[in-house]
């Protein structure tokens, strides 16, 4: 760390002398200059406006290999790689209007930035103005539609990304370059990052976690905030958001600033606080409401040798647990203290079912606190990048109301994570990058109960990643080797079944430790070739790599979020897959159509099936408790389906546009010997989803950016699920209808004084259950016979956002 520090501190000194970039952005086919141009170098954090007559100018620009792209609402983003010198460049753009997103530039899991429609690689991005327009009730639930994903779900409140079936730790969560590591095997836990403060997201489908680590087997999930702020500019923003159905509120509040001698900041607060949502089945869920409160800030500089930031940030929340435990009349119970050594179940009233009270008998009490480092800076001919991040993670599952103020789980995670990487300078059309990552982590118990022994875990790896680019072709491909080295503490029980780490007296050990150290190498090919003006062809190929979780190795006790007992193997082995991928693209300036297969076989696929007994019962640990026993096990496994994706925006009526999407995934167990165990658990069912979306630019003196929308999902019967010993049941097929509005408010000087964004998901309060919601299985309903929990009703949602400064 020193030797890094005192590296940047000589950058300015490594570096080429200043230039000056400057030019204008217009309208490709009228020839109209553009006002208010996103013009920004994304290697550098750095960028401008362009003005009423649509110039800019950009000062403090080292010499060198740059990516200088232009962003504009409605318009393709145009990217250039530019090698520039001393003195002044002109850079001039001009733009065509939007049909799709194939011209968006992302960066996650690439040399120096590339477009979506280069990208031999399967992404897909999603930004702010998508998530305004939608209605989300967490981080995850704002990018599910996306062709391919899906999540998990335990209530509005918890929920996993899933990429193609996989989620879990398959799937790699980055939040601006650091891995999000909270943990993410848990079922009924949720990424643990202010929702309210990603200003874009980017998404690789398949074992595309390259420049990453190892895990990513189903893809990696980029969390990015907004960009620094203009030089000189001051700004503020409020954002409040209210849902109908469980009454909801969101409040976000964020002050920014950038000087022009190259200091920035920002900080934000986020609040959260929610009630029990409500569906036509099962009226209020009890146990389904919680808060939320975040705070995090950025300082850094930006120079012209590069950008060095340092960000801190802290997240909680307090989110009850949905048992979906019910007396005869269908009435959802709670648990009280009747004595001080017992317990009893009683029905909930209606002043319970309104309340936004947090249940002090039943909830998880969640906090992470996260600060990281980034630096980015010319260096030689290339470009470094430096990120280290340090992060604890508090995790309390609170389950019994004889211990108040005691959780039955306590979960203490460390991770210091870090990150280099060398981008040499483009040559030729050759861009190279190689770097080295890892992570350490320990966990720790510290509740009453133990699930899994405490353990320490340190993965390093070694990547080269290169990219060649000619007019008609994007090659792109690399190798990594990845070391994992885990030490997972003994695990003990008395006479009475109760587990500790510590040595008992007359008990016995229930897990002998462990102490292995897991490797494999990964790599990725993949090549893009533009067939003509229009069509363009992808392939791509990948290895993937996993080594089993401590909960997959240890666990052997009741998990109070699940209400599970879990049952780990010490004899897993690492999961390794294969991915291949076809794709296909079309472009006009009307129509936009994006399609893709891919195939994933996975070995020694891990997954948690339920035990039964030798009478074929369920295997119940306590008589008295109704808690079911799942045991992690192995077998191979493919998965294999594909996305489509059609864009409709006429030239001659740009006010009218089409989006329809089909997503498809299908699994078997290959090491399957019988029809209830050959599918995978937690598969999504096919989906299409079709929106329609009118659109004015400007109507009147107060109107600006007007849309209204209409949009149908349709969810097939999933029949295809893992039915062996009752694990799963299949799920009926169900249609929402979802409404959509919004504007922004100008005063007569064209100043934006708020946006405006409505939303009305599920129009006609369908009763439905997604196959992937958990709830699903939590008790019966004697009064109707109807098993589990179901999903949200109808929901209104309403955000306003109010711009404050320049």
Known sequence: MPLLFLIFMLLPGLVAAQTVISGTAIDKSSQEPLIGVTIYFPGLKKGTLTDNTGHYRITDIPAGVHKIEARFLSYKTQTQTIRIATGETTINFSLDPDVSQLQEVVVTGLTTGSTVKDSPIPIMTYNKIQWLQTSSTNLVDAVVKL????????????????????????VITVHDGVRQEDNQWGEEHALQVDEYSIDRYEIIKGAGSLLYGSDGLGGVMSLISARPPEAGVIR??????????????????????????GLFGRVRVSTKSAGNYRNQYDGRVYGSAY??????????INRKWGYSQLYVSNWHQDINIVTGERDPTGRFTKLVRVAADSEALVPTTDADLRSRMIDPSNYQNLNNFKTSWNTFAKLGGGNLSAIVSYSQNRRQEFASTLTPGQPALYFYLQNVFYDLKYYFGGKNGWDFTIGANGLWQKNQNQGLQVLYPGYRS?????????QKKTDRMTINGGVRMDIRKMEINQLYADSEGVFSEKPIAGGQIRFQGLNKTYS???ASLGATYNLSSRWIIKANIGRGFRAPSTPELSANGEHAGTFRYEIGSPNLKSETSFQTDLGINYESQDVSITASLFQNRINNYTYSEKVLDRFGRDSIVDPARPILTYRYTQGDAVLYGGEAQLTVNPHTVRWFHFTGSYSLVRSRNLSSTTDSTRYLPFLPPPRVIAQVKLTKAEAGNHWRNMYASVELEHNWRQNQALLAYGTETQ?????????????????????TLFSLYVT??????VAYQSHQNRLKYFGINEATGRHGVFNMGRNVSVKLVVPIGG
Do not use: C, W
Request: charged letters at 15%.
């Open 236 to 261: 503020g923003q409020i954002l409040t958001n209210y849902q109908s159905n469980n009454g909801m509120i969101g409040l976000s509040g964020v002050v920014e600033g950038s000087s022009r001698k």
């Open 760 to 765: 009305l998901q599920n129009l006609f309060d």
């Open 731 to 751: 799920t009926p097929a169900y249609t929402l209808i979802n409404l959509g509005a919004g504007s922004d408010i100008i005063n007569t000087n064209g100043r």
């Open 291 to 300: 808060r939320e409160f975040d705070i995090n800030g950025t300082i850094g």
């Open 147 to 170: 062709p391919g994903m899906s999540q998990i779900t335990t209530g509005v409140g918890l929920s996993k990304p899933v990429i193609r079936g996989l989620g879990f730790n398959r």
């Open 458 to 466: 340190l993965d390093n790896g070694l990547f080269l990643f290169a």
């Open 520 to 522: 494999n190498p990964t």
